[in-house]
Every structure is written in C-alpha cells, then in structure tokens.
C-alpha cells in the first residue's frame, strides 16, 4: 500500500472515529434527558390548560385524554381538543386552534368551552405578531384576552363577534385591528364549530374514554 | 506559556479580539435574541460553553488532526457539543429553551466557534486553549448582555426581566424596574433597534481604546480580522 492511500485511510477512520463518539456522546445524553423533557412538555401543556379549566373542576388526566378534529372546513391543520371530565361525567373541552389570518402568521390560542358552551377562557400560546402593537393579545402583556370568558356564541350575537372597529363587541389596539380581529374571529369559529358538534365531541369523548378504561 | 501569555489570552478574548465588538463574529445570534439582559446572558453562557468544550477537545486532539480532516472534524465535535447543551438545556431550563428555541442549535453555525478551533486550539496545549474558549464567550457573553441591557433598558424600561425563567421562581424578585411607566419604545425591541444598539457599543467601545491606548496601534473593528497573531 503506498504512503497515500495508507494517509487517507488513517484520516478517514479517524473521522469516523470522531463520527461515532460524537453519535456514542449523543445517544447517551438524549437517554438521559429524554424522559424529564416528555415531563416537562407535559408539565408546560397541563399548565396551560389549567389557566382555563382549574385542576379541580376535574379528575381525568386532562393533557392525555386527547381528541384529534380533521375537518378542512374548520381548520386546515388538525385540531387537538382535551377533555375535561370529573368522574365521567363531561366537564369541558379545551381546543387547540389557530388563527391562520393574523398580521405576521399563525397565532396559536387555546379556547375553553364548558359543556352549556360559555367560553372558560381564552389563551394565546404563541404568536409573531409586532410587539408593542399586535402583543397586547398575550395574557402577559394585558388582560384583553379575558373579555372572552363568559362569552357565548349568542351573547354578544353575531354582529358583536367582532372588533369594535367593525361594529363589534370586542376591542382593538391602538395601531393593532389585524391580530384582535384574528382572535377575535378564530374564537367564534370555534364556537360554531363546538355548537355544531357538540354532541360528537362529547360523544367521542365518552367512547374513546370506554376504550381507555 | 508563561503567566503574561495567559493574560494575553484573557484580554484578547474579552478585550482587544471580542467577538462581538471587534471581530465582528456570530453576529446573526447576537442581534436576534438580545431583546432582553436574560436571554443574551443565556445564550452567552451557552456559547461559552461551547467554545471551551470545542476548544479543550480540538486542542487535545490536535496533533491526530491532519490538515485535510481538520475542518470536517471541527464541525463535528462543535456540533455534538451543541446538541448535548440544547438537550440539557431543554430538560433542564425547559422555558428559557422555548424563549431562546432555534438560536441555541444555530450556535454551531457561529463562526467564532470554529474560528478559535482553528486559528487557536489546534495550534496550543488544552489548557491555553481552555482559556481561550472562556476568554473568547466571556467577550462574546458580555456583549450580548450590554446589548440586552441597553436594548431592554429603551424598549421596555426593565432589566432581568425573565430572570425566573434561568433561576426558578425567585428570580421573578430580580426584575428592576429603571423607567415606571415605561410605554415601549418598539425601535429598541426590533431588529432595527439591533443594529443601532450594537453600532453604538462598537464606536463606544473603539472610542474607549483609541483613548487608554493613545500611543499603541489598536486593532478597530472590522479591519483587523486576523485574530491573535501574537500568539501564533
């Protein structure tokens, strides 16, 4: 074998050396980590859902008992919705939608309908609108998102599903209309989906909790 | 290396080679997650500490390293200690993971990482190199926070805002408020606010050392991009 070659060879295994430590490496520290990351995206997701529906109000296991909605005239993404039940009886259901039209992108929201169909609480999980004008739709940076509890579909009716620039109930920011509107709208969407639905998300909900039992 | 050698290396990384000031590195990380004091300090850390893993293990195995491999062998061993610090980081500082998200996979690509593997690990002994990597990301860091500060200062009035997210809960103690009331100054907030932050922390800083080093020649920004050359 000429010196060349005999070169190569060295540095390519050498590489691979390197290749398979850094995979050896990886491997090991994805094994220790990956369980506490698992908890701490449950942890972060069962945070979120309690803002809306107190841990109290029910005794399922809220981020597990989980329904997937694909229905395109909804939402083109599909729609997680978890259930909120206490000892079987149905609580509420807490809907993962989002809110395609906003200034910069999706904005992600979590809407909490109890079974009589009164808004629990709305939550904007993420969002790339403009700070300081389209962020005021976070619960962090001002409270405009809790004008939504307690809201039906038919109170504030369907003209009051809106911002008041448009007439409605709701109001816009200062130099913000798109990123309400789009809350605004996906809100109320989703209630007429919820009404429209509401027996086959509930009746889902009690068969898929026979399967889990 | 003697104990002035060391010194060097220390005000070189911090001082007279910054990254951030000086050589104009890792700039995209730099201006995109300086929005607050926490998430620079954070992302400062955790390029620290890959410039001090990356740089201890390309100096120990520097002279296995022919030239034709070296680059190749740079970028994997950066990238593998940056994939165990995102994964520790995401089990560990679960919420400043989902604030700082795709910049702290992205400090592979930071150029000053692989610029001291080359141009200093490769050519010292580990504990010289160490040093080097700490000196480098403790420019590198500092910067990131002067420009959170100022950044958060003007935009939004506070400093260590956040700080629960690196601390736990405690931390929330820490947030001091500079200007009560404070509207929002969006410019500061977005990136525009960046570049004019990072411009003036730049002329502040060649201001500074035009005038302590009066009678030496002093390395400005952007002109002398060869790094250390005296210690090469």
């Known amino acids: 074998m000429n010196t060349s070659l005999r070169a190569i060879l060295k540095s390519g295994l050498l590489l691979g050396l390197i290749a398979l430590l850094g995979t050896l490496l990886l491997a090991t520290v994805n094994k220790l980590t990956h369980d506490r990351i698992i908890e701490q995206e449950e942890r972060r997701v069962l945070r979120q859902l309690n803002e809306i529906v107190v841990a109290s109000a029910y005794n399922n296991d809220l981020h597990k008992d989980v329904l997937e909605i694909n229905d395109a005239a909804f939402s083109r993404q599909p729609v997680t919705v978890y259930r909120a039940r206490m000892d079987g009886h149905d609580v509420a259901l807490i809907m993962r939608v989002i809110a395609a039209d906003g200034y910069n992108g999706n904005i992600h929201l979590l809407v909490g309908i109890d079974t009589d169909g009164t808004l629990l609480g709305v939550r904007v999980t993420s969002h790339r609108e403009t700070p300081g004008l389209g962020d005021p739709i976070e619960l962090r940076k001002s409270d405009w998102v809790l004008d939504f509890t307690g809201k039906r579909l038919d109170r504030p009716g369907t003209d009051g599903w809106a911002v008041k620039k448009n007439g409605g109930d709701f109001d816009q920011f200062t130099g913000a209309t798109i990123s309400p509107r789009a809350v605004v709208k996906a809100v109320h969407q989703t209630l007429q989906y919820f009404e429209s639905h509401q027996q086959t998300l509930f009746a889902e909900a009690t068969d898929r909790a026979l399967e889990n039992d | ?232």
């Open chain 2, 1 to 232: 290396m003697t104990e002035s050698d060391y010194k060097q290396i220390l005000t070189n990384g911090v001082w007279t080679q910054n990254t951030g000031l000086v050589i104009l590195l890792g700039l995209c990380p730099l201006l995109a997650v300086t929005s607050t004091v926490v998430n620079g300090l954070a992302l400062g850390l955790a390029t620290m500490l890959t410039l001090m893993i990356s740089n201890l293990s390309v100096s120990v195995m520097r002279d296995l390293l022919k030239p034709e491999i070296r680059i190749p062998a740079f970028v994997l061993i950066i990238a593998s200690v940056v994939t165990v610090i995102e994964l520790l980081m995401h089990a560990f500082f679960f919420d400043l993971y989902q604030v700082l998200g795709i910049f702290i996979p992205l400090i592979v690509t930071n150029c000053a990482i692989i610029g001291r593997a080359e141009s200093f690990a490769s050519r010292n002994r580990p504990l010289a190199s160490l040093l080097d990597g700490f000196a480098t990301g403790l420019g590198f860091c500092i910067t990131l926070v002067a420009l959170g500060a100022v950044r958060e200062i003007v935009g939004h009035g506070t400093l260590f805002s956040g700080a629960d997210m690196m601390l736990g809960e405690w931390g929330r103690h820490l947030t001091l408020v500079i200007v009560p009331d404070h509207p929002g100054f969006l410019l500061a907030m977005l990136p525009p606010g960046a570049f004019i932050g990072l411009a003036l922390l730049i002329a502040g800083r060649n201001a500074w050392a035009a005038r302590v080093n009066r009678n030496r020649t002093v390395p400005v920004a952007g002109i002398n991009m060869d790094s250390n050359e005296a210690l090469q």
